[in-house]
């Protein structure tokens, strides 16, 4: 029952951070004066993912993986239901999304990868 309460918490924390990064993305980008929608979806999918991974309390790159399909069909979902006038004849922003979320996962595996590396390499010395 633990572990669900803190998959759980997980969820929230994710649900939180895309919230929260997706409205910060898209106040700079105005600030900056750039296209909104390939920043927000860029720095959204980014911290979806890492959220999913550090927050996740065991199987973290499933957990991962699972978050960036989820947000890739919300994209997906999102792009078309928000679409605006300069996006029309593009689906540049719904790549640049994808990208940055498979990015995030590449990062987030090598991240896990040098994490059990570590952690092998201090059982070794402790044995």
Same mark, same amino acid.
């Given at each position: 029952?633990?572990?669900? !309460? ?5 969820? *929230?924390?994710?649900?939180? !951070?895309?919230?929260?990064?997706? *409205? ?9 004066? !750039? ?36 947000? &890739? ?16 004849? +593009? ?5 640049? +999304?994808?990208?940055?979320? &498979? ?11 040098? &994490?059990? +590396? ?6 070794? *010395?402790?044995?």
């Amino acid at each position: 029952m633990n572990l669900l !309460v803190r998959f759980l918490f997980s969820i *929230t924390i994710v649900i939180v !951070v895309f919230v929260v990064s997706a *409205t910060l993305a898209g106040v700079l980008a105005d600030i900056a004066g !750039v296209w909104k929608k390939p920043m927000i979806g860029g720095v959204a999918a980014a911290c979806v993912v890492f959220s999913g991974y550090a927050s996740a309390p065991k199987h973290k790159l499933i957990s991962a993986s699972v978050w960036l399909i989820v947000g &890739a069909v919300a994209a997906w979902i999102l792009s078309s239901v928000f679409m605006y006038a300069e996006d029309a004849a +593009t689906q540049l922003p719904l790549l640049i +999304t994808y990208a940055s979320g &498979a990015l995030s996962l590449m990062l987030c595996w090598l991240w896990h990868k040098r &994490a059990l +590396t570590m952690s092998s390499d201090k059982a070794e *010395t402790h044995r």
